[in-house]
T-cell receptor, first 112, second 116 residues
């Protein structure tokens, strides 16, 4: 089983739609969780951290379910500019260092 | 402006040659990381460094070497021993500390290396 699993997509949605991505992780000791956005041929950029209580930033809402070991990202009122690949990232602290594990990403294409 | 710079953006080399990729940050971050990204795969950790003059192997260190002589700089050398060096190489950095935000990594723009 992969350490971090995401549906690769692509998710093709019309502008204005609501879209949700899920991500599952295998190590229950994982401690920090993030969503990154990566545009084609560019570096990943931090979209938001995911906190236990869930958090919202404008049109984006992230949720964490530790019992089921999954993280979700909800995007409301999709814009054309939201088209990108969304990477789920999980951190495991080993005592001397933190190790980030990246999912392979879910591709989103927002269309007119 | 604070940030992470990587150079060059594109690099072409012949098989058998060593090549060094540059990574510089002026964010005053303690920890720095090198990843490679291949099509359809997640980022994989090559090496990381938490403080100056110290670095650790990541998951795929074979065929690579690094140095960390200055806090701001973490160059990566891709040696001729690396069997499949063609990839997108990404450098990242973060602060260290107990705050949860200390685990957030910030990436440079990457270097696309093509070896023929």
């Amino acid at each position: 089983r992969k350490e971090v699993e995401q549906d690769p997509g692509p998710f093709n949605v019309p502008e204005g739609a609501t879209v949700a991505f899920n991500c599952t992780y295998s190590n229950s000791a994982s401690q920090s969780f993030f969503w990154y956005r990566q545009d084609c041929r560019k570096e990943p950029k931090l979209l938001m951290s995911v906190y236990s209580s869930g958090n919202e930033d404008g049109r984006f809402t992230a949720q964490l379910n530790r019992a089921s070991q999954y993280i979700s990202l909800l995007i409301r009122d999709s814009k054309l500019s939201d088209s990108a690949t969304y990477l789920c990232v999980v951190t495991l602290f080993t005592g001397t260092a933190s190790k980030l594990t990246f999912g392979t990403g879910t591709r989103l294409q927002v269309t007119l | 402006d604070g940030g992470i710079t990587q150079s060059p953006k594109y690099l072409f080399r012949k098989e058998g040659q060593n090549v060094t990729l540059s990574c510089e940050q002026n964010l005053n971050h303690d920890a720095m990381y090198w990843y490679r990204q291949d099509p359809g795969q997640g980022l994989r950790l090559i090496y990381y460094s938490q403080i100056v003059n110290d670095f650790q192997k990541g998951d795929i260190a074979e065929g690579y070497s690094v140095s960390r002589e200055k806090k701001e700089s973490f160059p990566l050398t891709v040696t001729s021993a690396q069997k499949n060096p063609t990839a997108f190489y990404l450098c990242a950095s973060r602060i260290r500390g107990d705050d949860p935000r200390a685990y957030e990594q910030y990436f440079g723009p990457g270097t696309r290396l093509t070896v023929t």
